[in-house]
């Protein structure tokens, strides 16, 4: 009875353990997926298809200020106002150049407005894992692009209708198109191919000019005839980018002095490489305008990760400078270093308000490539199994930390607020004959878009609140109700605007809804 029962025993193991053991039997045969993923191509092929997916959720959310003004008509309705629009404002043209052709084939819908920014985006991670692959190794170039494929940073700007990712790809296509040139230097087109990148890298951002200045240098350790050639066409650019600032210098449009903008310091610096470029603000959460030093000292895991990654990193740096006389090697450094090392300069210039994260944006791949060497590069088999780990647990973790965030606090940057349900929802509150008043405390512009775009603008009057407006809403006989918005995202002065209207007995709170990052109250007024 007992050998019975035994063997009833084994036999139910054996029945739950088979297929398990059927699938390690698979997995250790050469199958046609195991060769199929022995090749680096496939596994770039399913990272690049993996990223692609991930940067379709949400892609379709309401615009926010900057994509409203970059990549609709809204502020440049014409090509000949596109052309006042480019000495006029501190942006580089040639993405909203792109934006308004774009926007005149596809319409303004908010998923083909995107569309550039998502495909500049998947063709930088292929661009990143050539560049890793040309100067590291061949696993570094896959662990560059796994984290970028998972980097809420890079998603965030692939899937925003702004110029970074554009500048991203065109960066990375001159960093390949330079290192070609020294490997072909006598191919006439590659030279034009190359003077096209470097020249729309600056015109797509202006923050881009750095990398012309440490491609200049690395251009000195070339053989004569392509270092001068080199030269002149960084020559050629240089002259058309100080042409344009002069100009906007002289119109005052350079972007010194905006209230967004901060000093680039030793503490800003850390913070870019080890926690905005490392899990995008994701994984640990803290405003960029708050002095990170308390906000590490209570968070003592935040640090040794950080403390780990930097370590991985300067790992990174020292192969990279023991291949001092390999050109790839010193263009990688210098093109990695050249914005971090200009904004630096600037700064003890006196110009004081010149960085936020997003414009050197176009060093995150550089950045990846050397933490991915620094991981990989490591020569003990066990320590560097550990530390490619640790390098992608904090990439992959990073980004359902992002997720879960992302609709409600700052990650890399502001949620975007959901102007057009808040619109949609005001254009079915309109009372036919009369003209609705909406009072904000903050900007506007996506509210006043969204209206104009279903055709409600007509039927409300927008304005910022003040004393003068408030009274101009209760004399009006017509007026029953108003509406106050806010901005949860960004609420400037509304609390003390609110208190207000709150201890003022000509009005009551009606009602109040709520969306995405906005909050609308009714108000009406008492008879």
């Known amino acids: ?55 379709l959720y949400q892609l379709g959310e309401s615009f926010w200020l900057d994509e409203i003004l970059h990549s609709t008509r809204h502020s440049v309705a014409t090509y000949s106002h596109l052309l006042r629009t480019i000495i006029s404002r501190p942006e580089a043209p040639l993405y909203r150049i792109l934006m308004i052709s774009w926007s005149r084939l596809f319409g303004e819908n908010e998923i083909w407005a995107r569309t550039p920014s998502l495909i500049f985006g998947i063709l930088s991670i292929i661009l990143t894992y050539r560049l890793a692959k040309v100067r590291c190794l061949e696993k ?3 662990l560059a692009a796994i984290i ?14 702004t110029a970074y990712s554009m500048a991203s790809f065109f960066v990375l296509s001159a960093a390949l198109t330079f290192d070609r040139l020294t490997r072909e230097p006598e191919t006439n087109w590659l030279y034009f191919s190359y003077l096209f990148f470097i020249w729309a890298s600056v015109f797509t951002h202006y923050y881009c000019f750095f990398f012309v200045v440490s491609l200049t240098f690395t251009s000195f350790f070339l053989q004569k005839s392509t270092r001068n050639r080199l030269l002149l066409l960084h020559a050629a650019v240089t002259a058309c980018f100080a042409t344009v600032i002069y100009l906007k210098y002289v119109n005052n449009q350079l972007i010194t002095g905006l209230g967004y903008l901060r000093p680039f310091t030793a503490d800003q610096l850390w913070m870019l490489f080890f926690h905005w470029f490392l899990h995008g603000n994701s994984l640990w959460t803290v405003s960029p305008y708050a002095s990170p030093i308390p906000f590490l000292r209570e968070n003592p895991l935040l640090l040794a990760i950080q403390l780990a990654a930097f370590a991985i990193f300067i790992n990174g740096l020292r192969q990279l400078s023991k291949e001092g006389k390999n050109l790839n090697s010193v263009m990688l450094l210098c093109s990695f270093f050249s914005p971090q090392a200009g904004l630096f300069a600037l700064n003890l210039l006196g110009f004081k308000h010149l960085y936020i994260e997003r414009y050197v944006f176009e060093t995150l791949p550089f950045f990846y490539i050397i933490l991915a060497y620094g991981a990989i590069s490591i020569k003990l088999k066990s320590v560097r199994y550990l530390t490619a780990l640790f390098v992608l647990m904090i990439s992959i973790t990073s980004y359902p930390a992002y997720l879960k965030k992302n609709n409600d606090v700052w990650t890399v940057y502001k949620p975007n607020p959901d102007w057009r349900s808040t619109a949609e929802f005001l254009a079915h509150q309109e009372e036919p004959g009369l003209r609705a008043h909406v009072l904000t405390a903050t900007y506007h512009m996506g509210l006043q878009y969204y209206l104009n775009k279903i055709e409600a603008g007509r039927h409300f009057s927008l304005n910022y609140f003040t004393p003068g407006r408030l009274k101009q809403i209760v004399l009006e006989k017509k007026t029953v109700r108003f509406y106050l918005v806010k901005n949860l995202f960004w609420k400037g002065r509304f609390q003390s605007i609110y208190k207000r209207l709150e201890e003022d007995s000509r009005f009551f709170l009606e009602d109040t809804t709520a969306f995405k990052g906005i909050v609308l109250y009714t108000f009406s007024l008492r008879h």
Do not use: D
């Not at 739950?16 to 195991?34: D, G, Q, S």
């Open 140 to 142: 570094t170039a896959l």
């Open 1 to 55: 009875m007992q050998w019975y029962g035994f063997q009833k025993l084994r036999s139910f193991v054996v029945a739950f353990l088979k297929p398990y053991i059927a699938a390690l039997i698979i997995m250790n045969r050469e199958n046609v997926f195991t060769i199929w993923l022995k090749s680096p191509l496939h596994v770039l092929a399913i990272i690049t298809a993996t990223a692609f997916l991930l940067r």
């Open 148 to 161: 970028m494929c998972f980097s809420p940073v890079h998603i965030w700007y692939s899937q925003e209708g």
